[in-house]
């Protein structure tokens, strides 16, 4: 087989050049024309330029990149091009390769524009998600506001089975691991506090700081934060899943409400579990502090009536306060990625993981706000 060669005449009437080419277009044959026939047409500048393609033999995807070359040139210069005599199976490539998206990429920008029309598309595609991200997000507040207060008014409207089963999920099947770390963050935290109150024989107030600690604030946000990470990311999968199998889109087409029918009894099920697991929590810090005293000497009674005299009723209420506002947070926030889930294959984790760290971010402000509002009312 003979190799592929090419050879292009320019021939010129008046501000009119003609380029004919001849033989085989191709990868091993435009290097050979491009750089030459761009300095040409430079020079001489044609008003016209007209590309006589009938006799050749064979044209890739590396000659259609030429003759757009040689288009884009003309267009540049808002001179005239036309192409004439390319047979009928080279015409569909190039057909495609003038469309609008293949169009763009031939269209040359400087540096200085990309550097200022990349950031600035970004940023305005961050505002429009921004604000679609802010609409849905008021949109499903008010959409599960009403569903909480049809529940209450009609408490037979409430998928109870539903709820007690996610309760299950919720409560009973994450007690374990709520009492393993609380009971590790009590005993670590007594045992490094003991550590230097020892010096001053102060070991017995590592039971006021412990009872105080857990009750008041560890309790509840650790709690939240481990529910934010495994029921909340499970809330997500779920509904998620199910939005993507179209099983979302079946209950709206049915006339059934997404929120009241999955998401209520979820979130009735974190509500509820979680001021019943931050009691776990608490319980379990408290047994790991007492381990730390009674190896330090100081008798299991005597732990248990300081933690009496240094914890009061409004410590405890205020710590399960806030847990039932961070259930209802991180249920939420679990549900509503859940729902907001697109297609494709990582739709679903990507739902999960915005469920997650939006819980945990959602419940990090939410005791900013609790710690500053019982400041004020003396709490």
């Not at 019943?276 to 100081?298: E, H, K, R």
Request: aromatic share 10%; hydrophobic share 50%; proline share 3%.
């Amino acid at each position: 087989m003979a190799e592929p060669h090419v050879s292009a005449v320019f021939q010129y009437s008046g501000n009119t050049a003609e380029l004919k080419l001849v033989g085989d277009l191709q990868i091993s044959t435009v290097p050979k024309l491009w750089n030459s026939t761009l300095l040409e047409l430079n020079l001489r500048n044609p008003i016209r330029l007209v590309i006589d393609a009938s006799q050749l033999e064979s044209c890739d995807a590396s000659g259609i990149a030429l003759l757009q070359q040689w288009k884009l040139l003309q267009e540049n210069k808002e001179a005239e091009f036309m192409l004439r005599g390319l047979k009928e199976e080279f015409t569909y490539l190039y057909d495609l390769s003038t469309s609008v998206q293949i169009r763009e990429k031939w269209e040359e920008k400087s540096f200085f524009s990309e550097l200022i029309d990349k950031p600035t598309a970004e940023i305005g595609k961050k505002f429009v998600d921004s604000v679609s991200n802010t609409h849905s997000f008021i949109a499903f507040i008010g959409e599960l506001t009403y569903a909480i207060g049809h529940s209450i008014l009609n408490p037979r409207s409430v998928r109870w089975k539903d709820a007690f089963s996610s309760a299950e999920k919720t409560g009973v099947n994450a007690w374990i691991i709520i009492a393993l770390i609380g009971f590790l963050l009590g005993l670590i935290m007594s045992f490094q506090s003991a550590i230097p109150m020892r010096k001053f024989g102060a070991e017995i107030f590592v039971a006021n700081l412990v009872g105080l600690s857990l009750f008041r604030e560890l309790g509840p946000l650790m709690t939240a934060f481990i529910l934010a990470g495994r029921s909340g990311s499970a809330y997500a999968a779920e509904l998620g899943t199910m939005k993507v199998s179209e099983e979302v889109d079946a209950l709206t087409t049915m006339g059934l409400s997404p929120v009241q029918f999955l998401v209520i009894p979820r979130i009735i099920a974190s509500t509820l579990m979680t001021p019943l697991l931050t009691m776990v929590f608490n319980l379990l810090g408290l047994v790991g502090g007492a381990l730390v005293l009674i190896s330090f000497g100081y008798p299991l009674v005597t732990f248990t009536n300081q933690i009496v005299s240094a914890v009061s009723a409004i410590d405890l209420i205020g710590g399960l306060v806030k847990s039932v506002v961070f259930g209802l947070v991180v249920g939420s926030i679990g549900c509503y990625e859940g729902l907001r889930t697109t297609t494709g294959a990582g739709a679903v984790g990507e739902s999960t993981t915005k469920a997650v760290v939006g819980g945990i971010i959602y419940v990090a402000v939410l005791d900013g706000v609790f710690s500053v509002a019982y400041f004020y009312l003396g709490i």
